[in-house]
């Protein structure tokens, strides 16, 4: 499920947007404040990002730069939100690498189509490519597991785990980071959950569950 974070200080149009993009099938959240989407950032990175312009701590369009600037999170698709009445906004935007805009005020139906036209554009179809490392291989679109050729039955959780960790190969992922993308936020177990499901992975990948290391007290990794 691909994930959108929304950054917005009108609370009435943060909840009409965050309802009607978990109605179409997205995972969202919303921030009225800029500082607290950094914070957010810097545990999980989102497939898209609505951000509007006018922020009560910092101006979208530097929000939008500071983006950009960094290499860990600049090619996230980003569609700017503008006043109808703030042409060169717009302008600024796309110069500093918007890759859509909407202006208020806007239908729901619009919302929805725009950000599941640059989903497309983008690749966040990342979620139905094939993933590949080494011996391992997953289909999304089939939610197909295969090790040497040979396919392995795995839990939901499991091949959400293990997909997640095959998008991230190379990368040290913080046990918080996925236990946060994995169970969600409101997720009230513990995270030993998270060691249970690295174990029986390994065990059903084999020999190819050597590919999932620990990294003591921060997290795992997959290389």
Same mark, same amino acid.
């Given at each position: !499920?691909?994930?959108?974070?929304?950054?917005?200080?009108?609370?009435?149009?943060?909840?009409?947007?965050?309802? &009607?993009?978990?109605?179409?099938?997205?995972?969202?959240?919303?921030?009225?404040?800029? +500082?607290? #989407?950094?914070?957010?950032?810097?545990?999980?990175?989102?497939?898209?990002?609505?951000?509007? @312009?006018?922020?009560?701590?910092?101006?979208?369009?530097?929000? *939008?730069?500071?983006?950009?600037?960094?290499?860990?999170?600049?090619? @996230?698709?980003?569609?700017?939100?503008?006043?109808?009445?703030?042409?060169?906004?717009?302008?600024?935007?796309?110069?500093?690498? &918007?890759?859509?805009? @909407?202006?208020?005020? #806007?239908?729901? !139906?619009? *919302?929805?189509?725009?950000?599941?036209? *640059?989903?497309?554009?983008?690749?966040?179809?990342?979620?139905?490519?094939?993933?590949?490392? &080494?011996?391992?291989?997953?289909?999304?679109?089939?939610?197909?597991?295969?090790?040497?050729?040979?396919?392995?039955? *795995?839990?939901?959780?499991?091949? =959400?785990?293990?997909? #997640?960790?095959?998008?991230?190969?190379?990368?040290?992922?913080?046990?918080?980071?996925?236990?946060?993308?994995?169970?969600?936020?409101?997720?009230?177990? =513990? +995270?030993?959950?998270?060691?249970?499901? @690295?174990?029986?992975?390994?065990?059903?990948?084999?020999?190819?569950?050597?590919?999932?290391?620990?990294?003591?007290?921060?997290?795992?990794?997959?290389?």
């Amino acid at each position: !499920m691909e994930q959108i974070y929304i950054v917005e200080d009108d609370k009435n149009i943060l909840e009409i947007e965050m309802y &009607a993009l978990k109605s179409a099938g997205y995972e969202v959240t919303g921030f009225e404040r800029a +500082s607290e #989407f950094y914070e957010k950032l810097d545990i999980t990175v989102p497939d898209l990002i609505l951000l509007d @312009i006018m922020l009560p701590d910092e101006d979208g369009l530097h929000v *939008l730069r500071r983006i950009r600037e960094d290499d860990r999170i600049a090619n @996230i698709p980003v569609i700017m939100v503008t006043a109808k009445s703030s042409e060169i906004d717009t302008v600024k935007g796309l110069d500093l690498g &918007a890759d859509d805009y @909407i202006t208020k005020p #806007f239908g729901i !139906m619009e *919302l929805i189509s725009r950000v599941k036209a *640059l989903l497309r554009r983008s690749g966040s179809g990342k979620e139905k490519q094939r993933l590949e490392l &080494a011996e391992i291989v997953l289909e999304p679109e089939q939610r197909l597991c295969m090790v040497n050729q040979q396919p392995i039955e *795995l839990t939901f959780k499991e091949y =959400e785990l293990l997909a #997640f960790l095959l998008r991230n190969a190379g990368i040290v992922m913080k046990r918080n980071v996925l236990m946060d993308r994995i169970w969600g936020i409101d997720f009230e177990g =513990e +995270s030993r959950t998270l060691d249970m499901h @690295i174990k029986t992975l390994r065990k059903k990948l084999g020999n190819a569950g050597n590919h999932i290391q620990t990294v003591r007290n921060v997290g795992y990794i997959v290389k």
